[in-house]
């Protein structure tokens, strides 16, 4: 029982019995997972539940890219798919934006901005973090977002097309268009806005999402991607790297690979070279 409330405590009271699992087996704690089930049951201790968020305002009179995803939200490297979308934030001041982009390999949030206004320089700042901390090469990166009026805007698109990445735009208004971001500001107003507020502004919030990003990135357990943390399945990715040679080779056969494949593939040689 100490172990399941130690890691409780350490995941900020938000795990549930599947991911405290994890954590046991991973520390080589030998324990069945109906039994962490029954024990965090008999303790009070339960998980947090990720609800539903909609924030996007569109504007359809506004020209935008066609959608080059169709709901596929995989990539076969980092840096060559990313995510965008926002939330909002009540707060004792008023409402407070926050936006996220995301790299969908691993789910690994790498750019974020918090703003007491949803204006395109609020997305176009999260932007470049995001290309600060990867760098991507010119021409490999799809940028994907829904159809809000921020994403859609000239400063926005300009950005895009300044550093070559290609944007794609959800094809309705409909969430599941842009499922990866919807879930991730799903789990950010869970595990965070709720779980940690009420707000009284957009400082204390703004700290609460620092500290909260960097937990999501090194240490949150992630269904989807085998319950390891974001950081962890970019680490394995590199660990498990074919050698270029076959790299390459494999960027001639193209016919069988799908085009990010063949992206990822050609662009990792070309860093190996």
């Known amino acids: 029982m100490a172990r399941i409330e130690y890691y409780w405590e350490k995941s900020g009271k938000r795990y549930g019995a599947v991911k405290i699992w994890h954590d046991l087996l991973e520390e080589r704690t030998v324990a069945a997972r109906c039994t962490v ?8 201790f339960q998980g947090i539940t990720r609800g539903n968020v909609t924030t ?13 995803v169709n709901r596929e939200f995989k990539a076969p490297a980092p840096n060559i798919f990313g995510v965008a979308d926002f939330t909002y934030v009540r707060t004792a001041l008023g409402f407070i934006y926050v936006a996220f982009i995301i790299d969908v390999l691993a789910r690994y949030i790498v750019g974020w901005k918090v703003s007491s206004s949803p204006n395109a320089q609020m997305v176009l700042d999260a932007l470049n973090q995001a290309l600060a901390a990867r760098q991507p090469d010119p021409k ?32 309705v208004g409909d969430s599941y268009d842009n ?5 991730i500001n799903g789990l950010y107003k869970a595990e965070v806005i709720k779980h940690e507020g009420p707000w009284q502004g957009k400082k204390d919030a703004e ?18 991607i085998g319950y390891i943390a974001p ?6 990715y590199y660990d498990r790297i074919i050698p270029v040679r076959d790299l390459s080779i494999a960027c001639c056969l193209g ?3 799908s085009y990010f494949s063949k992206k990822a593939a050609c662009v990792y040689a070309l860093r190996r070279v």
Request: with cysteine; aromatic share 10%.
């Open 140 to 171: 490999t990166l799809i940028h994907h977002s829904d159809r809000g009026v921020q994403y859609l805007s000239i400063k926005y698109t300009e950005r895009l097309e300044e550093a070559e990445i290609d944007p794609s735009v959800s094809s």
């Open 37 to 44: 089930v029954r024990l965090m049951k008999s303790l009070g």
């Open 255 to 257: 016919s069988r690979w």
């Open 231 to 236: 950081a962890q399945a970019e680490r394995n």
């Open 56 to 68: 996007t305002k569109s504007n359809t009179a506004l020209p935008c890219p066609q959608d080059k």
């Open 207 to 224: 700290f609460a999402t620092l500290k909260w990003v960097y937990w999501f990135n090194h240490e949150r357990r992630l269904g989807p």
């Open 179 to 183: 499922a990866m971001a919807e879930t």
